[in-house]
């Protein structure tokens, strides 16, 4: 298939649109009340602390929502009032938040369920409204709803389209794409479906398994079983290794999606030399501002004494994992939650450890005086990050009584 073509063709029907409804103003007034936080504008203009008894809070100096994913939000929200009688879909969460998430349902707008790992469209008739959310969708879907006479709103960041540009330019030149991302991850699989040739890599060492396949081979049988559903049809790593593209997901942690670029162009370079390595290596700078801001405000935060650090994100939201990863990585106690529901009653959090189930600490806050970092990913409003806050403070408060 085409993709680009595709997308083209897509992009010029009168039943996609890609921008709002020209009800800009209501609706961001709307987004005011609900999502922003006089709180957090009070903490930003005093250098990011606020002290309240013996606790201070240390805000990150860049945090929560960013503007592809406020942007998503505001068109879902016109598109409701744009569209004030017909049924509206969402073909995955608008953004892995689940209080906005939750919001939007309870304006109505259904979600498509994924029923044994497969999305559900069998509801989706003629004539609806089906947004994109903000990490995308894939090709076949895109297909799939057009096909059937749907009204499409495109909410996906313009920079997961920039790392879609790069794919089609890698199989434009038969390179084969080598993803940095979770192969299961929605914007992912966005992404490999405008691929050709594609391997999903998780990490730095995968990657590495991969660089010293190409160089000194090894078992295919293993490669294949390491990389099940990381990779396009027919994935041959004998063949398809020998001309490469980096891609990311755009919310994966920026020094490792380096580190994995300078890999492999270490390794195309020791196998085909520096006459050859242009023909073989293919790199575009797909990070994403919003993502590198936050990873090198943590990078700033964790350089304070602090007691421990609460990272506010929905589990499932992968650029919020990252942000703790950092805090680990400095061995500094760290609590991911999705919302401060998961704080109290009583000094206890209800939390998520990297890579873990649900957890419930007790006593996590210790006793005197403490230093609280504060953060939060790009799907994460202020308001929630204010509640948090507050009930760090109230916890405190009522652990000195």
Not at 60 to 67: H, V
Request: charged share 25%.
């Amino acid at each position: 298939m085409d993709t680009k073509a595709f997308k083209r063709t897509l992009q010029q029907s009168e039943n996609y649109h890609r921008r709002g409804f020209g009800h800009e103003a209501e609706v961001s007034q709307t987004l005011k009340s609900e999502y922003q936080s006089n709180l957090i504008g009070e903490i930003r203009a005093n250098h990011n602390r606020l002290k309240r008894g013996n606790v201070t809070i240390v805000l990150a100096e860049s945090f929560g929502f960013c503007w592809g994913v406020e942007r998503a939000v505001a068109i879902a929200y016109e598109t409701r009032q744009h569209f004030p009688t017909e049924r509206i879909w969402i073909t995955n969460e608008i953004i892995h938040n689940p209080g906005v998430n939750q919001r939007l349902k309870e304006m109505n707008v259904h979600f498509i369920e994924v029923k044994d790992g497969e999305k559900d469209f069998s509801g989706v008739k003629a004539g609806d409204v089906v947004i994109l959310p903000a990490f995308g969708a894939t090709v076949q879907e895109m297909q799939f709803l057009n096909d059937r006479g749907c009204t499409i709103v495109d909410t996906t960041c313009p920079w997961v389209s920039k790392v879609w540009n790069s794919v089609e330019k890698h199989k434009k030149g038969e390179y084969t794409s080598i993803i940095h991302g979770k192969y299961n991850h929605e914007e992912t699989q966005a992404t490999s479906s405008f691929a050709g040739k594609y391997l999903v890599v998780l990490n730095l060492d995968q990657a590495q398994y991969v660089a010293d396949y190409i160089l000194k081979g090894g078992d295919k049988a293993e490669f294949m079983a390491k990389f099940k559903n990381a990779h396009s049809a027919g994935f041959d790593p004998d063949r398809d290794l020998e001309k490469l593209g980096i891609a990311n997901q755009t919310t994966m942690l920026k020094s490792e999606t380096e580190q994995i670029g300078k890999l492999f162009e270490r390794t195309m370079l020791q196998k085909y030399g520096p006459l050859e390595l242009n023909q073989h290596f293919l790199a575009f700078n797909t990070i994403c501002d919003a993502t590198q801001e936050r990873q090198d405000a943590m990078l700033n935060l964790v350089e304070e004494k602090l007691d421990a650090i609460v990272v506010i994100g929905g589990f499932n939201s992968s650029n919020t994992t990252h942000l703790q990863e950092i805090a680990i990585e400095r061995n500094i106690p760290s609590y991911h939650i999705d919302s401060a529901d998961r704080i109290g009653p009583g000094n206890r959090i209800e939390h998520k450890p990297l890579l873990k189930d649900l957890e419930v600490a007790e006593n996590w806050l210790p006793d005197g005086e403490i230093t609280i970092g504060v953060t939060s990913g790009a799907s994460t409003p202020d308001r929630s990050v204010e509640e948090t806050i507050e009930k760090i403070f109230a916890l405190k408060a009522v652990a000195l009584v």
